[in-house]
């Protein structure tokens, strides 16, 4: 069984991930209608038990974005695994201010951290970002501002860190230029970034459609 962080812990606005649904997804993401196979229940709580937030019939009443090209998900900004029962994410309604509901994890439904969608896909540096590289993975370490015309600059994950007795992540980034013109990048420099602002925001993202 995983060992997930409650959710509790974690600010309300981080996202975590995104979720394929296939009630929701799959037509869509074969590039069909863009219309629903089935409806998902959002509950106040990861509980069968929890009272009903919303029935969701149709994707656009969650809030989502591209995993891939032309692939839709819905943004996760919790998850729980509570000890009796399976685990569950929490989406956030659309046109709802900050409401959100639980979804418990059914057949089919594929998670992505926002950790693997970093890594595998063309990342840049998202306006969350404080323009800083620090020297290790901690705020109050040497750092300096970068400075840098490409908006937004790309960068490429080299390695992550979690310091101890925290829930937070480190990533050690290249920033590059030339990802898109066939010729051999330039990395501009190293350093750590924290994986979130203090605003919650992702300080790195990624491009769903490629160049």
């Known amino acids: 069984m995983a060992l997930l962080i409650p959710a509790s812990a974690w600010p309300q606005d981080r996202i975590l991930g995104l979720l394929e649904v296939p009630a929701l997804h799959?037509?869509?993401?074969?590039?069909?209608?863009?219309?629903?196979?089935?409806?998902?229940?959002?509950?106040?709580?990861?509980?069968?038990?929890?009272?009903?937030?919303?029935?969701?019939?149709?994707?656009?009443?969650?809030?989502?974005?591209?995993?891939?090209?032309?692939?839709?998900?819905?943004?996760?900004?919790?998850?729980?695994?509570?000890?009796?029962?399976?685990?569950?994410?929490?989406?956030?309604?659309?046109?709802?201010?900050?409401?959100?509901?639980?979804?418990?994890?059914?057949a089919g439904m594929e998670f992505r951290t926002t950790y693997a969608l970093v890594t595998s896909r063309m990342a840049h540096l998202s306006s969350d970002w404080d323009r800083r590289l620090r020297e290790s993975p901690n705020l109050e370490a040497p750092s300096r501002i970068l400075d840098l015309q490409d908006d937004p600059p790309s960068a490429r994950v080299i390695d992550s860190f979690n310091p101890r007795g925290t829930n937070e992540t480190w990533y050690l980034i290249a920033v590059i230029r030339g990802t898109c013109t066939g010729e051999p990048v330039e990395i501009?420099?190293?350093?750590?970034?924290?994986?979130?602002?203090?605003?919650?925001?992702?300080?790195?993202?990624?491009?769903?459609?490629?160049c």
């Open 26 to 106: 799959e037509y869509v993401n074969a590039g069909g209608l863009d219309k629903s196979s089935g409806t998902i229940t959002l509950r106040a709580e990861p509980s069968q038990s929890a009272s009903v937030v919303l029935q969701v019939e149709d994707r656009r009443q969650l809030e989502s974005r591209e995993h891939d090209y032309e692939q839709v998900s819905a943004v996760v900004y919790g998850r729980d695994y509570p000890r009796s029962g399976g685990l569950w994410y929490k989406l956030k309604v659309i046109g709802g201010g900050s409401r959100y509901g639980w979804v418990e994890h059914a």
């Open 188 to 210: 501009v420099a190293t350093g750590w970034v924290p994986a979130y602002a203090t605003n919650g925001g992702t300080t790195m993202w990624y491009f769903s459609r490629g």
